[in-house]
């Protein structure tokens, strides 16, 4: 995946509202990195790095709260064992009635919990009580 295409990963996941995690290695436009130690609000310039493997598992466990269903995974469906051909898939399993995810694939994990994440049911926002 080339910086342009993670960027644009990275930008798409801020605009479906994925926010930033503890664990997630940021960018900056400059191409400075830095690892997230804290759940925060990051400024202009900034994107997650989705192609880190930290960044994606806390992109999942935000994928698996906006779907309800703690049992959702992406996994590799390979189309031919011999050439290493195939796409990676939206997986779950249901228990206890969780939405269903529609079939999202993608050529990377990244792009596959990104869609996942535009595709969740938007959660209301909860007021704190007074």
């Known amino acids: 995946m080339t910086e342009?295409?993670?960027?644009a990963?990275?930008?798409r996941w801020l605009t479906a509202s994925g926010g930033w995690h503890a664990g997630m290695e940021v960018v900056h436009a400059s191409g400075y990195r830095h690892r997230l130690l804290?759940?925060?609000h990051?400024?202009?310039g900034w994107w997650p790095d989705l192609r880190d493997a930290a960044t994606r598992g806390a992109a999942l466990e935000v994928v698996r709260q906006r779907w309800g269903n703690p049992l959702v995974w992406?996994?590799?469906e390979a189309s031919t064992?011999?050439?290493g051909e195939g796409t990676y898939q939206l997986s779950w399993a249901c228990m206890n009635g969780e939405p269903i995810p529609p079939d999202i694939t993608g050529d990377?994990?990244?792009a596959v919990l990104v869609a996942a994440l535009e595709a969740?049911?938007?959660i209301p926002v909860q007021s704190e009580a007074p």
């Open 74 to 76: 992406v996994e590799w």
């Open 38 to 40: 804290s759940s925060t």
């Open 4 to 7: 342009v295409d993670a960027e």
């Open 81 to 83: 064992v011999m050439w």
């Open 108 to 110: 990377s994990e990244a």
């Open 120 to 122: 969740a049911p938007q």
């Open 9 to 11: 990963l990275g930008r």
């Open 42 to 44: 990051m400024y202009k």
